[in-house]
């Protein structure tokens, strides 16, 4: 016997590229199958040793176990996933799925099974989305939702979360998909899916503060940082403290409570920023930056001043690094909020020379909002050097 005769593989419910792993067979599978399929290593025969290995990123072990594999196709397929170098491999399902895991441009081919066939059509689904192909990736999800349904409770509850995300991208957020998420939650609580549900607290925290719940929010956003911790994961940590400083700095501040959550919404910020560096990350570096300075601007002190200044300072580095990728639209955004700050400050001439700038590259990718933003700042601008009776900052 071979893994073949192993179903259902627990295809699906590892991160990538590991959700292609296959177990080889074992006299005791269908004692273990079930455990394993809810990532639980208890009790399973040793030929599976290496699964709790690669679920914990202990990389040499699951090598080592691997390698003593016995059936020498389904080594070195999975020996290709665990290193990113393919070796040679005689059976045709496990090769067409390696190409699957290592190529996007793939045809969809039967399997002659429901599990892997579900695994084709979700990564399918992955490039769709990627493609801007929304509907047709939504499409091939349902159709993996049927395949798996009842037999694989994680990549059943993985589906179903792409498949929600994917609908809150393209349509908002609303309140039946957050019952969905927090459904999801309850069904994998008694699973290993740890990094399962830390992407879906993740999202959670992301809808809640989308609906204005700052409250829920942030309890979503500590339970994801529960899991992913600066030293496991220090994108995802940056990430989620980035969304978190933006929920606690969604409200104004009205009284000293208040001050007090923004204050942390500004530290939330600066923690992402220890990560999202312009050297490692500069995408996300402007964008982290841009909001710590948007946040420095309004946020309550003693010397106001101070505050705006150094965020025309990260204003100026966001967008000379804006100036030299060449995102129009990035710069448009970074010389309006410069162009607010230094309205600020009471240098309304130099104000308004950014905010015409930004008004300029708005129209050219006719962006109304941005545009009706922009004069509604001008006119006051206007009102301002009028009663000054000087016209001059």
Not at 147 to 168: M, Q, R
Not at 333 to 358: C, D, V, W
């Amino acid at each position: 016997m071979d893994w073949k005769g192993v179903f259902p593989q627990p295809v699906g419910i590892l991160p990538y590229p590991f959700n292609f792993l296959i177990l080889p067979y074992s006299e005791r599978w269908k004692n273990c199958i079930n455990s394993v399929l809810l990532l639980k290593f208890d009790d399973i025969p040793p030929e599976w040793d290496f699964l709790p290995a690669v679920k914990n990123g202990l990389w040499e072990t699951a090598f080592r176990k691997l390698s003593d594999l016995q059936e020498d196709d389904l080594k070195n397929y999975n020996l290709s996933l665990l290193t990113g170098e393919r070796r040679k491999i005689r059976d045709q399902v496990l090769e067409y799925m390696l190409n699957i895991a290592f190529f996007k441009d793939f045809d969809i081919k039967d399997t002659g099974r429901d599990d892997l066939n579900a695994l084709i059509l979700y990564s399918k689904a992955q490039t769709f989305e990627e493609q801007g192909k929304t509907e047709d990736a939504l499409s091939l999800l349902e159709s993996a939702l049927k395949l798996v349904k009842s037999i694989s409770p994680i990549f059943e509850a993985l589906i179903l979360f792409k498949k929600t995300k994917l609908l809150i991208e393209h349509r908002g957020v609303s309140y039946a998909a957050v019952m969905l998420f927090e459904e999801l939650q309850r069904k994998l609580s008694d699973t290993g899916a740890d990094y399962l549900k830390a992407e879906i607290s993740f999202n959670l925290g992301n809808a809640y503060s989308s609906l204005g719940n700052l409250t829920n929010a942030v309890k979503y956003y500590w339970e994801a940082l529960e899991f992913f911790t600066y030293e496991k994961n220090p994108y995802m940590y940056a990430l989620i403290n980035n969304n978190m400083g933006l929920a606690h700095l969604s409200v104004g501040a009205v009284d000293l409570e208040d001050q007090v959550r923004l204050a942390y919404g500004v530290q939330c910020l600066k923690k992402a920023l220890k990560v999202f560096t312009r050297d490692a990350y500069p995408k996300e570096w402007a964008s982290t930056t841009m909001n710590y300075a948007n946040a420095l601007q309004y946020l309550p002190t003693g010397d106001p001043v101070k505050n705006l200044l150094k965020a025309l300072d990260l204003y100026r580095e966001v967008l000379d690094h804006r100036m030299k990728m060449g995102d129009e639209v990035g710069c448009a955004r970074t010389l309006a909020n410069m162009g607010n700050a230094l309205a600020h400050l009471g240098k309304l001439s130099e104000a308004k020379e950014h905010l015409i700038k930004a008004l300029e590259i708005f129209k050219k990718y006719g962006m109304e909002e941005e545009i009706s933003g922009i004069l509604d700042i001008l006119e006051e601008i206007d009102t301002l050097m009028e009663v000054r009776n000087d016209g001059r900052s």
